[in-house]
């Protein structure tokens, strides 16, 4: 029997991720994934020396609920994330499904309180072509977020170029935003309209709910007022 609950996401700087990893297990993770991004500094010094980038890494594992309550709780204490520019921590929420091994059929096992509306925070992915990022990054700002964690891809479907016997694929960005509730709209139209998604082929912007985060302050408290990687 398999219950999907939640994915628990560290957002940190490069070559830590590992070690949140290992205290994982420690707490009966089973695994997780570390993808390599880049982080925004909100600096206008930075910005105009181009050195605005962050080394970071995320760590993705799949946990229960409670498991991913316990590790919020180890990567305050054990990782110093109530401290600024530490680190973040969050969790985003499945549908808890029942995989009945005999007849290989979902049971829902979860009730209808779980809804988007009943969570304090958003995260807000957009997916981009390469290059595109920054400027997504800096629609975002102007609509109340402090920045971004920018994740490298490439597209799988129909290359946009394609010279035989060639294929160029088209790199893709991928940008985190996590956010209290309460700016999520405005945040997400304004990246839609500064970067046209709704045309074809400029992208795509979804957004997930987060039950919890930890190290995410804001400018004048040490509590998670604000949410932003």
């Given at each position: ?8 996401f ?7 991720a ?6 994982a297990?420690?707490c009966g993770?089973?695994?997780?994934t ?5 982080g ?5 010094l930075l910005?105009?020396l181009g050195?605005?980038e962050?080394?970071k ?12 309550d ?5 990567v ?7 401290k ?6 969050f969790?985003i929420p499945?549908q ?8 290989r059929?979902?049971?829902?096992a ?5 809804t988007?509306t ?9 997916i981009v ?16 977020a ?10 799988a479907?129909?290359?946009?170029d394609f ?5 160029i ?7 985190l935003i ?8 405005q945040?997400?139209?304004r ?8 045309k074809?082929?400029?992208g795509?912007i979804?957004?997930?709910?987060v ?6 302050l ?11 990687t």
């Amino acid at each position: 029997m398999i219950y999907i609950e939640t994915l628990f996401f560290v957002v940190l700087a490069r070559g830590k991720a590992n070690a949140v990893l290992k205290k994982a297990q420690e707490c009966g993770a089973s695994g997780g994934t570390i993808f390599l991004g880049e982080g925004t500094a909100p600096s206008k010094l930075l910005d105009a020396l181009g050195l605005n980038e962050v080394q970071k890494e995320i760590l993705m594992i799949s946990a229960s609920r409670e498991l991913s309550d316990n590790l919020h709780e180890v990567v305050n204490t054990e990782f110093s994330f109530s401290k600024r520019n530490k680190g973040i921590a969050f969790t985003i929420p499945f549908q808890q499904c029942k995989l009945n091994p005999d007849t290989r059929k979902q049971e829902n096992a979860s009730d209808n309180t779980n809804t988007a509306t009943n969570f304090p925070y958003s995260c807000i992915l957009t997916i981009v072509d390469k290059g595109r990022s920054k400027a997504c990054i800096k629609a975002a700002r102007a609509a109340g977020a402090s920045g971004g964690t920018v994740v490298h891809g490439r597209g799988a479907g129909i290359p946009t170029d394609f010279y035989y016997p060639l294929v160029i694929e088209p790199q893709k960005d991928i940008v985190l935003i996590v956010t209290a509730k309460e700016k999520t709209l405005q945040i997400r139209e304004r990246i839609f309209t500064e970067l046209e998604i709704d045309k074809t082929g400029n992208g795509i912007i979804f957004t997930l709910p987060v039950s919890r985060a930890t190290g995410l302050l804001d400018d004048t408290s040490e509590e998670s007022k604000e949410v932003l990687t």
